[in-house]
């Protein structure tokens, strides 16, 4: 009992002496929350993430849906919460290092709402010059008056025998 007090005491002290995160910029407009959204999950091997950071994105019923072919060829999803994907994911991701950066955006807006297409390419480190995969975010955003908001994030990777369109793709020239 007198453990479970002073790990109670010493949290609520850490509570009062850290000030909560200020996340707000991260929501004022579309480039920032795409911004903040592939900043949180990027890093370096071993390099701590701000998972609140990342959570405070998404609406409280936010899908996260990977979508894959199994060995068969039929293509799968699964549906996480976001707070699911950083339990599933984020340990990976911050042991292995990870870094996704959005290469081209596709952009269709309406009033409040707002869908992209992001073209990613995934690397281990900031340093490398080859992503080892690449594929596009189908994120849709809601716009609550306040802030934006996402709402889900349904993503595929490119295979050899589904490459990516062109149109999706940055123009070179």
Same mark, same amino acid.
């Given at each position: ?12 002290? @850490? !509570?009062? @002496? ?5 996340? *707000? ?8 929350? #795409?911004?903040?959204?592939?900043? *949180?999950? *990027? ?7 701000d998972w609140n950071r990342f959570t405070n994105l998404f609406i409280p019923e936010a899908q996260?849906?990977? *979508? ?5 060829? @039929? !293509?799968?999803?699964? #549906? ?5 994907? @950083? ?15 959005? #290469?081209?955006?596709? !952009? ?10 992001? !073209? ?17 975010n189908s994120i849709q955003l809601m716009h609550d008056g306040e802030r934006w908001w996402i709402?889900? #994030? ?20």
């Amino acid at each position: 009992m007198r453990k479970v007090c002073c790990m109670l005491a010493a949290f609520m002290l @850490v !509570t009062l @002496v850290l000030p909560a995160q200020d996340y *707000s910029k991260d929501v004022k407009d579309l480039d920032s929350i #795409i911004e903040a959204l592939y900043g *949180s999950i *990027s890093g370096e091997k071993d390099e701590a993430r701000d998972w609140n950071r990342f959570t405070n994105l998404f609406i409280p019923e936010a899908q996260l849906i990977p *979508s894959s072919k199994n060995a068969e060829g @039929v !293509t799968g999803y699964r #549906i996480l919460a976001p707070q699911v994907y @950083v339990d599933n994911f984020g340990k990976r991701l911050e042991k292995d290092g990870f870094y996704e950066k959005e #290469i081209h955006r596709v !952009t269709e807006q309406y009033g409040s709402l707002c869908h992209m297409f992001s !073209t990613y390419e995934s690397y281990r480190s900031a340093a490398d010059t080859e992503p080892f995969v690449r594929g596009i975010n189908s994120i849709q955003l809601m716009h609550d008056g306040e802030r934006w908001w996402i709402v889900s #994030i349904y993503w595929l990777g490119e295979k050899e025998d589904n490459p990516l369109p062109e149109k999706y793709l940055p123009n070179e020239g």
